[in-house]
């Protein structure tokens, strides 16, 4: 693989009394006097002599007057029933609040027993600071008549800090007053000397956050809280309940107290790390700089799995640490495996750096760094010299922050404050100082920087090589070549277009390959607009336009299918060569349905097969500019190893005992017959050349090679073999199958792909160690073939980077071109199989089209 360069997240009721809504509903519990009165007056009822009709009016009041009364006394009551019954049922409905909080005791010393919580000196020092904040509370009326439970849950060095929670019975309307009240420091106050009945307890710094009410059920069940403590020079291992040979238990709230000795910090690690695959509802782990799991203290909110490599080191700003682990009621996970120890207090971080040249990191890189840290580092190089800083890494993401307001975590430079992730940049001053200032807030830390200074002549900053107007330097073939290099675009501005490249309408250069491809490399879409077919048109991939109403109709109006082949919505069509076809003959209209996640054919037979082309962890790691691979990020990557030789080429499984790979592969030369299958041996799950032995790694024997008897060595066309295993391998986090697509599958023009391998790293090089993987762009087939002077097949694709520098060379040959398609999952696209030497300009790298030989591959291998 060639790449010199690569571009490219119960409750106690209050003694309230009023009737219930039956009592009220029952008139006679309510008012017992009515009715009798009520009966009383039917007795004495007086019949009027029907013809009397004057004394009939003048003895009564008016009829209307009567009803119009009774309406109005009707309202009013039931208005005053529906006031008692929003008042007592919701406004003054009883809700339960928690908090959880902490607070400083300064005039007492740390002892061993506090960390203990059955000693008696736990047992009465929370029963002096349970009757403080009892005092605190009853002193606010806000707080104090609501007030039902606080318990203590632990003590930790700094004089001493007690942590608690604390419940709260409140009406619903004083629920908002109580949170504000528990909010404002003032009114817990800052410092309180409270005189109890025992001797004077003085405490200050009382803090306390809403926090979520199951953790009071958590904290009185011990059956999944431990507690732990650094010792001296030692690492600390925990993990989840039966890790790793049993899932952690559902419906859990596992609880990990870390302590370490006074004026330490921790560093805890997580070294493997597999929970639920994130989501709303999903399990996960949070890890709190504070032992009170408060939303403020938090460090970090890890969910899904990652590979070993990712960096997964946090620090806390103290000496203590607290990991919960959080389940719902499904999946089956192993969970993880955590390490710890102790170190001392950074006392400084930052200082004086002189000198032409040098490097430096925010605290503990690569590690996540500590929370609430400041550390400022003035840099100064020769007095006739300029200094600027080159950021190569840069990782200061805060859940929720938005990156331009940098609030929370930052780097400050000359006014100006730096956030989140951006790719390298530089930062130059025109003088010969410059001064960096870190800061990391109390919660959410990250991965930091790793930075590095330079001195430069102010009249030439980048000797040899071209300046970015942001002051980074980039070799001078990068200026111009159609990709932005530097983050602000200023090599591909004021550019003469070379014949090969084509000018956009905004003045960019970019090659002319990339002229109607579908994707918008201009940025202002002027590369795909001369190619477009008239308004309420459609064009086909052979440049024929169609009415839109044609598309997708069950009729082939281009003539090459492309109108009826990618469509969204599966319709049963009549079959034709670009159409898929289901296991009962119905033939569908959507474009690649196959393992998408979505029913299409009636008898599912698009959704059968699919256990493949998953990788096993969830996250990939950040690690920038770099082309090595992680471990489990290309599982069904195998190296052929030739006895004596090494590894000779790539492969991919499909299947627990298929290979696919490449003809040439297997060619006979005067000294070795490369067809033998005893030659060769299979390296599955492998990722370092020099480590096979690894328990990751799974090696077999090849039983057979089926080379593609149309396999013409001239031309390369049909450059596929398939290899049975001798013995088939058990599909691992390192050892999985790729999607082989169907034979309609479509790769268009313009997608981003894969290619690994540990072939050359420069042509006529050496192989790589490490396996390694470049994103390489499709090239449109008819483009190519004129490209590559007419040697183009239809069994062949043209994948690569036309500006040069990132290709597949060789000892990636036999090896995976993937594409990421719907649902995450990945397809082989294609197998490594020739080129004109390695990352030339304008010379792709050509790959075996995998679709082409579906079929043969099935026949074959029954796969
Ligand atoms: C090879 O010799 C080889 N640049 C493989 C791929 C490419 C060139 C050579 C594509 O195996």
């Not at 940049?425 to 010969?432: D, L």
Request: hydrophobic share 30%; with cysteine.
């Amino acid at each position: 693989m060639h790449s010199d360069r690569f571009l490219k997240c119960t409750m106690d009721e209050e003694s309230i009394f009023w009737p219930s809504r039956e009592e009220m509903a029952r008139p006679d519990s309510f008012h017992p006097s009515t009715l009798q009165d009520v009966n009383g007056l039917e007795e004495g009822v007086e019949f009027l002599p029907t013809m009397n009709a004057k004394k009939v009016e003048k003895r009564g009041p008016k009829r209307w007057v009567v009803v119009t009364t009774a309406l109005i006394v009707f309202l009013l009551l039931s208005l005053i029933v529906g006031l008692l019954v929003w008042h007592f049922k919701y406004r003054r409905a009883p809700v339960q609040k928690v908090y959880n909080g902490h607070l400083v005791v300064p005039n007492l010393d740390f002892i061993d027993a506090y960390e203990n919580s059955s000693t008696p000196e736990f047992t009465m020092l929370s029963k002096k600071v349970k009757e403080t904040i009892e005092e605190i509370y009853r002193s606010h009326s806000a707080i104090g008549p609501y007030h039902k439970e606080t318990v203590i849950t632990a003590f930790s060095e700094g004089s001493v800090i007690a942590y608690y929670w604390s419940v709260f019975i409140v009406p619903a309307y004083r629920a908002e007053a109580l949170d504000n009240a528990m909010a404002d420091k003032q009114s817990l106050i800052q410092t309180v000397t409270y005189k109890s009945r025992n001797p004077v307890l003085q405490v200050k710094s009382v803090v306390a956050f809403p926090a979520d009410p199951s953790i009071i059920e958590s904290s009185r069940d011990n059956s999944c809280s431990f507690a732990l403590h650094a010792k001296e020079g030692e690492i600390t291992s925990f993990t989840t309940p039966g890790f790793p040979n049993s899932p952690y238990p559902n419906n859990a709230r596992c609880t990990w107290v870390l302590r370490a000795d006074a004026n330490s910090i921790i560093s805890l690690t997580f070294k493997t790390f597999d929970v639920e695959r994130c989501s709303e509802k999903s399990d996960f782990i949070k890890v709190y700089n504070s032992l009170s799991p408060v939303e403020p203290h938090s460090l970090v909110k890890l969910c899904g799995s990652y590979p070993p490599s990712y960096n997964l080191t946090f620090l806390s700003s103290q000496n203590v640490m607290l990991v919960m682990l959080i389940t719902n009621a499904e999946g089956r996970n192993p969970g993880f495996k955590a390490e710890f120890f102790q170190l001392p207090k950074m006392k400084i971080c930052g200082g004086t750096l002189k000198g032409e040249s040098g490097v430096f990191t925010s605290p503990y890189y690569p590690a996540h760094y500590p929370p609430n840290m400041d550390c400022v580092w003035d840099i100064e190089v020769p007095s006739t010299k300029n200094v600027k800083v080159r950021f190569n890494v840069f990782y200061m993401l805060e859940p929720g922050i938005p990156v331009n307001s940098c609030t929370k975590d930052y780097v400050e430079i000359k006014n100006t404050k730096y956030c989140g992730e951006p790719p390298s940049f530089v930062v130059a001053s025109n003088n010969n100082k410059i001064r960096v200032q870190f800061h990391s807030d109390q919660s959410y830390t990250d991965t930091g920087f790793s930075a590095e200074f330079l001195s430069y002549d102010s009249s030439d900053p980048c000797p040899g090589k071209f300046t970015c107007n942001t002051g980074r330097c980039i070799v001078k073939t990068m200026r111009c070549d159609g990709w932005v290099d530097c983050t602000d675009a200023s090599d591909e501005r004021s550019c003469n277009c070379t014949e090969n490249q084509f000018r956009c309408n905004n003045g960019w250069c970019k090659p002319r390959f990339w002229l109607c491809d579908g994707v918008n490399d201009c940025g202002d879409n002027s590369d795909e607009l001369q190619c477009k077919c008239p308004d309420k048109n459609f064009k086909c991939s052979n440049g024929k336009c169609i009415l839109d109403t044609q598309k997708c109709d069950g009729t082939d109006d281009c003539g090459d299918g492309s109108d009826e082949g990618k469509c969204d919505r599966a319709q049963s069509v009549s079959c034709k060569d670009y159409t898929y076809k289901c296991r009962n003959g119905l033939c569908m209209s959507k474009t690649n349905p196959e393992c998408d996640g979505k029913k299409d054919c009636t008898d599912n037979s698009d959704e059968e097969n699919c256990d493949c082309g998953i990788r096993s962890y969830s996250k990939q790691s950040r690690i920038v500019g770099g082309l090595n691979s992680e471990v489990g990020e290309w599982p069904w990557q195998v190296s052929l190893h030739v006895k004596g030789q090494g590894h000779i080429c790539g492969a991919s499984l499909v299947s627990d005992k298929w290979l696919v790979s490449a003809a040439h592969c297997f060619q006979d030369t005067s000294q070795i017959r490369y067809s033998d299958a005893t030659l060769w041996t299979a390296f599955l799950g492998l990722h370092d050349q020099s480590n096979r032995n690894s328990e990751k790694v799974q090696e077999r024997s090849i039983k057979r090679i089926i080379s593609n008897t149309l396999f013409n060595d001239y031309t390369y066309d049909y450059d596929i073999a398939v290899l049975e295993l001798q013995s088939p391998v058990t599909f691992t986090t390192t050892v999985r199958p790729i999607c082989l697509p169907d034979s309609t599958h479509d790769f268009p023009a313009g997608k981003d792909i894969w290619v690994t391998g540990w072939g050359a790293t420069s042509e006529g090089g050496a192989g790589a160690t490490i396996l390694q993987k470049a994103e390489i762009r499709v090239i449109n087939q008819t483009m190519c073939n004129t490209l590559m002077t007419g040697q183009i097949t239809p069994r062949m694709m043209c994948v690569g980077v036309l500006t040069g520098g990132i290709d597949a060379c060789q000892g990636d040959s036999g090896g995976p071109l993937v594409s990421v398609e719907s649902n995450s999952r990945l397809f082989l696209a294609g197998v490594v199989s020739w080129g004109d030497g390695c990352a030339q300009r304008n010379k792709p790298g050509i790959y075996t089209r995998v679709s082409k030989l579906r079929d043969w591959i099935r026949q074959q291998t029954g796969v």
